[in-house]
């Protein structure tokens, strides 16, 4: 008997990226989640500067169609040079 999925499709999925605190790099980390997530919105987006002000947290939720695209969404996050970790 197979494994039923550990989640249900579509569903609301939140996202955390780490990252440089640079104006860019967050300018391009939403811009990859809106190719994935087109109907993430600004107002959607939250940021939080590390202590010291080097770092970025951004955090959203999306409406996550399947694993393929959390696959490639993470996959593409990870290509960017300012990204540090994704959650």
Known sequence: MANPPR???PCEYPIKVIGES???AVAEIIAVV???AP???PDQVNTR???EGNFQSIRMN???TGEEQLRELHTELLTLPSVRLVL
Do not use: G, W
């Open 7 to 9: 989640i249900e499709f």
């Open 22 to 24: 640079d104006r860019q």
């Open 34 to 36: 809106r190719k994935h």
């Open 39 to 41: 109907e993430v919105t």
């Open 49 to 51: 500067s590390s202590r």
């Open 62 to 64: 999306i409406v996550a």
